[in-house]
């Protein structure tokens, strides 16, 4: 069972890492000005979200969750 978790796990984690950054993504559509900024910031959120999730399914709090939704948000956006 645990062989499972750890491999839904790492899948998930290898599907986070491949997608394109947020600002990849944005480049890519030739984004600028109120355009860019707007992509940005729902990207942004829907990134945070994700990551959150992410920390409650590997049952994290406190300072480990802030550091890793951090962490985790910063590779998405990209910046």
């Given at each position: 069972m ?78």
């Amino acid at each position: 069972m645990k062989r499972i978790i750890v491999a839904v796990a790492l899948a998930a984690f290898a599907v986070q890492v491949s997608a394109a950054t947020c600002a990849a993504q944005s480049m890519d559509k030739k984004l600028a000005g109120a355009a860019e900024k707007s992509f940005m910031k729902k990207c942004e959120a829907d990134a945070k979200a994700t990551c959150e999730a992410s920390a409650k399914e590997k049952k994290l709090s406190g300072a480990a969750q802030t550091s890793f939704v951090k962490k985790c948000v910063a590779d998405a956006v990209g910046s």
